[in-house]
């Protein structure tokens, strides 16, 4: 069923009536209806009062491939040609990476909605329709795995330059990967990798960004979240973010190939948001407590034990309970 053109009905923000909607899309008041269900499927949230009809409180930012390509520069443009931008996907990583199969060696995939986006350690990325970013790029790295070191704290910064540059301010970055507004998480990363250990490698590279999470869809969330909305500085156009947020990560990535991680780092951790706080760091069964110390030259953390300093390469990083003093 193709609710797109109800949704663009919808998208600013006033109320129609069903027969309204049913002269304007050539079908019936039922069909309206049964539309009606397969939207709020989406996540999109549809206010009905009798005698007014239906609309969506505050309007739908819809995204526009013609649009995002216009706001492509620099190196980014050639992007423009490389691009899938979906009504709705299981996950754009996934879809990102069946180009690996299809041989490319960069793609750009967005969506407006994902019925199984994914999030760090088999996690569900909750991504209602039309609110917030989800978008995974396909690069290619010529060094091997091991050159990769320190790319998912890269596109975190890629996030952090890009809302800093939109007027956004009091964002931080989580270690190893995360973006955070007021302690909660804003978008999340996921890279995935396909190759060989010395040979060329292609990653793909997942972000989610909330922009405006429907209160519906946000319950379903299970840790503490915000939104660009939450920010107090209100939503840029999507296309305009999406565009500058593209941008910033082939010139982040272009950097990255040159010099890896080493030259990222002090602007890393001048937003780290755990420096020199007592957190715990998880991995499987195995759990460990320290100050965090920052990070190396690799983007592995540095964490102040009892045992001394000691390099963390991968975990989940949690603030810890405990005073400081422990």
Request: aromatic share 6%.
């Amino acid at each position: 069923m193709n609710v797109l053109p109800l949704l663009q009905c919808l998208a600013d923000g006033d109320y129609h009536s069903g027969q309204d909607l049913g002269l304007r899309l050539g079908i019936s008041r039922a069909a309206i209806w049964k539309q009606m269900q397969v939207v709020r499927e989406l996540g999109v949230g549809i206010e009905a009062i009798t005698g007014r009809g239906y609309r969506v409180s505050g309007g739908l930012d819809l995204l526009d491939r013609s649009e995002i390509r216009r706001h492509l520069t620099g190196s980014a443009a050639s992007l423009g040609d490389r691009f899938d931008l979906h009504f709705s996907t299981g996950s754009t990583n996934t879809d990102a990476m069946a180009k690996v199969e299809q041989g490319f060696d960069s793609w750009l995939v967005m969506t407006e909605h994902q019925s199984q986006g994914r999030g760090r350690r088999g996690r569900q990325w909750i991504s209602p329709f039309g609110h917030n970013l989800y978008q995974s790029l396909l690069w290619t790295f010529q060094g091997g795995i091991a050159a990769l070191e320190g790319l998912s704290l890269v596109c975190a910064l890629v996030v952090l330059r890009t809302l800093n540059t939109l007027g956004y301010e009091g964002i931080t970055l989580k270690w190893p990967n995360d973006v955070l507004f007021n302690g909660r998480k804003l978008a999340g990363i996921l890279l995935e990798v396909s190759g060989d250990v010395g040979g060329p490698c292609r990653v793909v590279m997942g972000i989610g960004l909330n922009t405006a999470m429907p209160a519906g869809a946000g319950a379903a969330i299970d840790q503490p979240y915000s939104d660009l909305l939450s920010a107090g500085m209100g939503v840029v156009d999507r296309n305009q973010l999406a565009g500058a947020l593209i941008n910033e990560w082939v010139l982040a990535l272009e950097q990255f190939e040159r010099i890896g991680f080493s030259d990222f780092r002090d602007e890393w951790m001048r937003s780290d948001a755990h420096m020199g706080q007592l957190v715990e760091i998880k991995s499987g069964a195995r759990a460990i407590v320290g100050v965090s110390a920052g990070i190396d030259s690799a983007g592995r953390l540095l964490l102040d034990t009892d045992a001394g300093c000691i390099t963390i390469a991968g975990g989940e990083l949690l603030p810890s309970l405990r005073p400081v003093s422990a």
